[in-house]
Each structure stands twice: as C-alpha cells, then as structure tokens.
C-alpha cells in the first residue's frame, strides 16, 4: 500500500501546455522530495522541501509543499518533449530513516 | 566524480538461486538505502544503512539481508528467489541519515534482476 497517493497516473499533453501533478497522504512528513526517472535509469532529484506552505521554483517546475505538510504538487509550465518521464514524489518523517515513495506519474509530452 | 555505481546493470536468475547485488556510493558519502521497484511502481525501501549500521528495514521477508563495508560499498543478497523477485533495484547513497536539506538521495541505474 502506497501511503503516497499520486494522481494523475498518466499524462499525456502537447508542448506548450502546463500542467499539474499532486501528492497526497494522511501523513505528516518532516521533508518531501520529487524525483524525476527516466527509463532505464535511477531517479533524479529534482527538489526537497521542508516547510509548510513553502514553494520552489525550478526554471519551468514550481513545486509546493502544503500547509500541514501531508501533500505537495509540481506545476510545470510551458512542458517540453524533455519533460517527459516518472515524476515521483517522496516523503520522509520527522526521526525516521525510511523514504516513501508514491507510485509516480508518468508524463508525456508531444511535439 | 563518480556517481553511485550499481553492479551487474542486468541479471537473469533461476527460482530458488541466490543473487548479490553490489553498490557504491559517492565518495563521502557514508547512506546507502536499497529499494525494489516493481515496473509500474514506485521504489519500494528494502534497507537503510548509517555507518556500517542497519537504520531501517522495509517490509520484505527474511529473504533479504544486506550489509555495508568499511569502505561504506553495500551488497543486497536475495536468498531462494521467488518470480515476483523480478524488479529493478535501485541503490541510493546519502551524505546525512536523515536526508536533510538540501541532500537528499541519490540513485544509481539499478540492477535489473529477472527471474525466470
């Protein structure tokens, strides 16, 4: 059982257009990660964030952690063919050594 | 500098063998954490190790042990193989325990493990 619960699964867009992908759980988390995988290799890491209500920008990637820091979301402007890949979100709690992952969404972008 | 190096990159195995998977984390580094990601899942966590300790264990039979070494290089051993073994297992090295901002993991390609 996956106790982040990522959604949409797919997708499957133009480029050019934005999108946004969420992270969910009844779980309060001390960090959460993203990650983005692309076939055949490891995850990367994309961005950790920590507090409450905080948001990262990463060029066209805005990520926010929610208030009570049980969800998170990825907002991707203007997406590009290279944005194409599993973007999985993942948590870890406060004096825990195990990061959660969710089970991803994989994106695809179309030229 | 070089990343996390997973060894093999692919492995095919018969049910009931036993495989070793092998890692090495980025210099400095002293967190090794193996997951097992199914295709069409998320990474599962199998293992945490700190400085040569087990920190953390998933939820995975006995089957499964691991160690790291002086050196902080980790192996994962899967006894009697089952066909649900069949995953890619993916080896992280973390500077801290706890992932602390601004680290966080990072991956090595994996071990593609089938088991036939």
């Known amino acids: 059982t996956q106790l982040l619960e990522q959604s949409p699964q797919f997708l499957s867009i133009q480029e050019g257009e934005n999108l946004t992908v969420y992270c969910n759980s009844s779980s309060v988390f001390s960090s959460l990660q993203w990650y983005r995988q692309e076939p055949g290799e490891g995850p990367v890491l994309l961005v950790t964030v920590v507090t409450g209500g905080e948001v990262k920008k990463l060029k066209r990637l805005t990520f926010q952690f929610g208030d009570a820091r049980k969800d998170s979301s990825l907002h991707i402007t203007a997406a590009q063919p290279g944005d194409t890949g599993l973007y999985l979100c993942a948590g870890a709690r406060t004096g825990g050594f195990k990061t959660i992952f969710g089970a991803g969404t994989r994106l695809f972008v179309k030229a | 500098d070089a990343g996390v190096t997973q060894s093999p990159t692919h492995l095919i195995k018969t049910r009931g063998q036993h495989v070793t998977l092998r890692c090495s984390p980025i210099s400095g580094h002293k967190s090794v954490s193996w997951y097992q990601q199914v295709l069409g899942q998320g990474p599962q966590f199998i293992f945490q190790y700190y400085e040569k300790e087990e920190r953390g264990r998933g939820n995975f039979p006995d089957r499964f042990s691991a160690r790291q070494f002086p050196n902080y290089s980790s192996e994962l051993n899967v006894n009697a193989l089952l066909l649900g073994d069949s995953a890619l297992y993916l080896c992280?090295?973390?500077?801290?325990?706890?992932?602390?901002?601004?680290?966080?993991?990072?991956f090595g390609s994996g071990t593609r493990l089938t088991v036939v």
């Open positions: 992280a090295s973390s500077q801290n325990e706890d992932l602390r901002p601004p680290y966080g993991y990072t």
